[in-house]
């Protein structure tokens, strides 16, 4: 494969110059002999002009490009002040130790020139020896650490050790790349800087915020919702830049024997042919990849390329490595020190390189898919020639809409502004866990309402639960947990999965519960550093997947369904065609399937079906549209079951849904992680007389939502249009998927849904369906019309694979079916409450739906049958033998 070949558009950005500005008149003159004595005889406008604004007293946010000397930017008021004040205090927050210790680095030549004596400075993390600490917190000057500290060790411990020091003459906070904070991790952040600014006033302190960010839409706003200060921008970029030369890549088109167009070459294998071509040519490159998976994938194939291929000293293979989260910090550093010294070429990364860490000069970038915003593709191809040197960065295109957009119209990613960044600092859920941490670090009082906004709701419940004692008006924790270690600040889910080589017991990595439920559940394949693990069993009690090494030659990618359940709607909105609605809902994730993709040409090897579903509900926000009902009807004439009744083919419904996400991601700055895009169950019913309204759900993939719906409803006309110039604009005949995710799908059909939500449009006609191969699904083992006659032989079965409610439901003697609905007859009053119970009910359909051919959407109801006297014998009993416990 000759990357040259696939090329479809070049730009060159040329070398910009730099506008430099004399010292500031208040920069102190010991700062301006040590800048002279380093060389730097002016600075960049940018950096003058922060200088100047932050000694006016303002909050400030910069966003110059990047390798424009924003830490310069920062570190000179911080400096002065420490100068002019030596007790005072500075505390510098980055997203990542790795990106603190880099950041200490840059700091050095400051304190080795002024000496212990002027300004001190340390990293202060998980990593740090105790005694260190001890140092850092008596000592040092400016702290560089991470949120996490902040949250569970700072705030907590604000009267000891030290910190209450730290907080008395804290007089500047320094947020570096700020624009990582948004989604999860900036609700909690904000909530963070809550408690904080709480603290700060406890000590009299008036700290003043310096931030960084990348290029976005809303620095101001977002620094603001972080902050809860008012912030100005500092954005005239004074630095110069190299030459960048940048190459679009657009992979191969697939075509089968039949002439057919089946897609084109998956993104990851043309970047395995490209990078061992870098290694050869001596380039020292970062390839950025969207996923941990699609990082082990890239790094297999490409070592495998360079096996054969060896140099003085070993194979070129080793001239590359992995860089990503799940690797230990060791494994990270040494990475890092590895590429400094020149050891290795080059890096496959996900975005954790994406933020300024030093890995050595970098000249060349290849993003292995467009990923996702403006902001974060200028940082990733940002990293190469940050030494001054001359630059290429490859762009090399999936084939998603997104990608294929920029495809036809690259003009929109260089010239196209950035987009919003999107925080909920009200999210319930994470500011209920920082009120907790906020009650044990100081007394909850009636001003802190105007802190957290959700406080009168909230005290109440933290009393009854014995978290919160009242103390003569204030309100102090008095609970047994240590609730700043009670959350995780990337993410909202607190359960956590551990993977575990079994082999030695070793830990691999650790995730949250619905990344474990779609990576290591039994059977997956988990690559990490290229080595690959099967999991051999997920214990879902202690929390803990265990796997042993595998050699085969393919992967594993989950598949499952996703039901929705509307709870409330707080707000609606007619539009056009349709009616939008915003409010809360229950989302119920299931993965019952996986299917086995081969290495290198990533060929379908077949599907697996789990034992059991791995199944997680949670509530949240959504936007739901309702889908007119001449589509409806059009889309239901179109659906075809598969041989076993297990699939639904030509399912239009979710080429609208994929065309809707896509363009939501485009308006929100979200990724696939942050949203779901699905239809409402009943929109596959293929049965005659089924009217009930159908809905398009867009929801946050959060518990208690971060704001990413709401957003949806007030884009909801740019979403819309959007999606249909996406679809329309791609240039493949029928459908591909690009535009509408499925090449089996008709583009013309999925344009005319689209359309229709805006104006009645008359369908097209002679639509050709797709023809499938045979499926190789496992057949369900019970047909569900076959239930009320097979019931005794499916309770067994499900008995004997150890299913939750197994041995309840052996215990009723009769079911019945109507439609596609489930009748339990009982005896027992009590026990239909305990099975229409919410969580139980869904259990029981899930394994329903589980185990047989149950269509989408079954309904489960309960029917009491007359209650037999001698259970009326036995409920008499127990009720006079409890009167006679009570007297």
């Not at 994470?430 to 907790?436: G, M, S």
């Not at 069993?537 to 997947?545: C, F, I, V, Y």
């Not at 789990?610 to 179109?638: A, C, G, H, Q």
Request: proline share 4%; aromatic share 10%; with cysteine.
């Amino acid at each position: 494969m000759n990357i040259n070949e696939l090329i479809i558009y070049n730009k060159t950005i040329p070398k910009r110059e730099a506008i430099y500005v004399n010292y500031p008149s208040n920069l102190s003159q010991e700062l301006c002999t040590y800048l002279s004595q380093k060389g730097i005889e002016k600075l960049y406008c940018h950096q003058a002009e922060m200088f100047e604004k932050a000694d006016e007293g303002n909050n400030i946010v910069i966003t110059t490009s990047t390798a424009s000397g924003k830490t310069l930017s920062f570190l000179l008021p911080v400096i002065q002040e420490i100068l002019s004040n030596p007790l005072a205090r500075a505390i510098f927050i980055y997203p990542t130790k790795a990106l603190a210790s880099d950041q200490y680095r840059a700091i050095l030549p400051y304190l080795e020139y002024f000496g212990a004596n002027r300004i001190s400075a340390g990293v202060y993390d998980g990593d740090t020896p105790v005694n260190e600490r001890s140092r850092i917190r008596k000592n040092a000057n400016i702290i560089l650490t991470n949120p996490e500290m902040i949250n569970a060790a700072f705030l907590p411990n604000h009267s000891k050790f030290g910190f209450e020091f730290i907080f008395s003459n804290l007089k500047y906070v320094v947020i570096d790349e700020l624009h990582t904070y948004r989604g999860a991790f900036g609700s909690h952040l904000a909530n963070v800087f809550r408690r904080l600014g709480r603290v700060c006033r406890y000590y009299n302190s008036v700290p003043k915020y310096l931030c960084s960010s990348a290029t976005i839409a809303n620095p101001v706003e977002l620094a603001e919702e972080i902050c809860g200060q008012k912030f100005i921008e500092v954005h005239k970029d004074g630095s110069p830049a190299p030459k960048k030369n940048f190459k679009l890549v657009q992979p191969p088109k697939i075509m089968g024997n039949d002439k057919k167009y089946y897609g084109q070459l998956q993104s990851t294998s043309v970047a395995a042919e490209l990078i061992p071509d870098l290694v050869e040519n001596d380039n020292s490159f970062i390839a950025f990849a969207k996923s941990r998976r699609n990082v082990e994938v890239i790094l297999k194939e490409a070592r495998d390329k360079l096996e054969t291929e060896v140099f003085f000293g070993g194979s070129l293979k080793d001239k590359i490595s992995g860089y990503r989260g799940g690797y230990t910090p060791l494994e990270r550093k040494e990475i890092e020190n590895k590429m400094i010294t020149g050891v290795l070429r080059g890096l496959v990364s996900t975005n954790a390189l994406e933020l300024g860490i030093d890995i050595g000069k970098i000249d060349t970038t290849v993003i292995v898919g467009y990923p996702g915003t403006r902001a974060s593709f200028w940082q990733q191809s940002g990293r190469a020639g940050r030494s001054g040197m001359e630059s290429t960065n490859y762009l090399i295109f999936d084939n998603l809409p997104f990608d294929q957009y920029i495809a036809i119209n690259p003009d929109w990613l260089f010239e196209g502004g950035s987009e919003n960044a999107v925080i909920d600092k009200n999210n319930l859920l994470i500011e209920l866990a920082h009120i907790r941490a906020a009650a044990a670090e100081i007394p909850l009082t009636l001003d802190d309402i105007d802190v957290f906004p959700d406080l009168g709701e909230t005290i109440p419940v933290l009393i009854r639960a014995s978290e919160l004692a009242n103390q003569s008006g204030k309100f102090a924790w008095c609970g047994n947990s240590f609730p700043a270690g009670d959350f995780s600040l990337r993410n909202i889910d607190k359960k956590r999965y551990k993977l575990i080589n079994k082999e030695n017991n070793k830990e691999i990595t650790e995730m949250d519960e619905m990344q474990a439920f779609r990576e290591v559940h039994n059977g997956a394949i988990y690559m990490h550093d290229s080595v690959q693990y099967q999991v051999v069993k997920l214990d879902l009690e202690s929390r803990t997947a265990f796997a042993i090494p595998f050699n085969g030659n393919y992967y594993t990618m989950p598949g499952g369904i996703t039901n929705i359940r509307i709870i409330q709607g707080s707000k609606d909105v007619d539009y056009e065609r349709t009616k939008v609605t915003f409010g809360d809902v229950n989302v119920d994730d299931i993965v019952y399937m996986y299917k086995k993709l081969q290495f290198h040409n990533h060929q379908n090897l077949g599907f697996e079906q789990l034992d059991k579903p791995l199944s997680k509900d949670f509530d949240t926000e959504s936007t739901w549209i309702k889908i007119p009902e001449n589509v409806v009807n059009v889309y239901r004439r179109l659906l075809q079951e598969s041989q076993n009744g297990m699939i639904i083919r030509n399912n239009h419904f979710e080429g609208v849904c994929f065309a809707i996400k896509n363009a939501t991601m485009m308006a929100t700055m979200t990724e696939q992680e942050d949203i779901g895009v699905t239809m409402s169950n009943n929109a596959v019913e293929i049965r005659e007389n089924y009217d009930r309204e159908v809905y398009m759900f867009v929801y946050d993939k959060y518990v208690g939502g971060l704001g990413y719906a709401e957003k949806v409803f007030d884009l909801i006309a740019d979403i819309i249009k959007e999606a249909i110039k996406m679809v329309s604009g791609c240039k493949c005949d029928n459908g591909c998927a690009a535009c509408i995710g499925d090449y089996q799908l008709n583009k013309a059909m999925v344009l005319w849904g689209l359309k229709n939500l805006l104006e009645e449009i008359e369908a097209p006609k002679d639509i050709k369906l797709i023809e499938y191969a045979p499926s190789t699904f496992i057949r369900k083992p019970f047909k569900f019309v076959e239930l009320q006659e097979k019931w005794k032989e499916f309770c067994e079965y499900i008995k004997e694979n150890g299913d939750s409610f197994g041995k309840f439901l052996s215990t009723i003697p009769v079911v019945e079916i109507e439609n596609r609905t489930l009748i339990l007859v009982l005896n027992n009053t009590f026990y239909k409450e305990w099975v229409m119970e919410e969580s139980n009910k869904k259990s029981i359909i899930n394994i329903i739906s589980f185990n047989t051919d149950a269509p989408v959407g079954i309904e489960l109801r309960v029917r009491i049958e007359k209650i037999e006297e001698d259970r009326n014998n036995v409920k008499n009993k127990l009720q006079r033998r409890y009167r006679d416990l009570v007297e």
